[in-house]
């Protein structure tokens, strides 16, 4: 669900974009009965929170999914490095 766009607004966004572009973006906020911008800030967040989600959601095919889930299902393996590398002291811990 887009952010609401009417509580709190402190902040100020500048863009500029084609003639033809503001020609359709103005018509589509027309047509939903929507005013400028409110139809650009909920479209954008929109838009926004889309791009974010393709980053936390992912689809994999059948053969993809199969793999990853044996790879979650595997036994653990020592790592005897990676143990000796996180009981060492950082740097930051080092004198």
């Not at 902040?11 to 020609?23: D, F, G, K, P």
């Not at 791009?51 to 036994?75: C, E, G, T």
Request: net charge positive; hydrophobic share 45%.
């Amino acid at each position: 669900m887009p952010v609401a766009a009417s509580k709190g607004r402190t902040e100020r966004l500048n863009i500029r974009v084609t003639s033809a572009q503001a020609r359709l973006i103005r018509r589509a906020a027309k047509v939903t009965n929507a005013n400028l911008s409110a139809f650009l800030v909920e479209s954008a967040c929109r838009r926004a929170e889309e791009a974010i989600a393709s980053q936390q959601h992912f689809v994999y095919a059948a053969k993809q999914w199969n793999a990853f889930m044996a790879a979650l299902d595997r036994p653990a393996q020592e790592k005897p490095r990676l143990r000796a590398l996180l009981r060492a002291p950082s740097i930051l811990e080092r004198g």
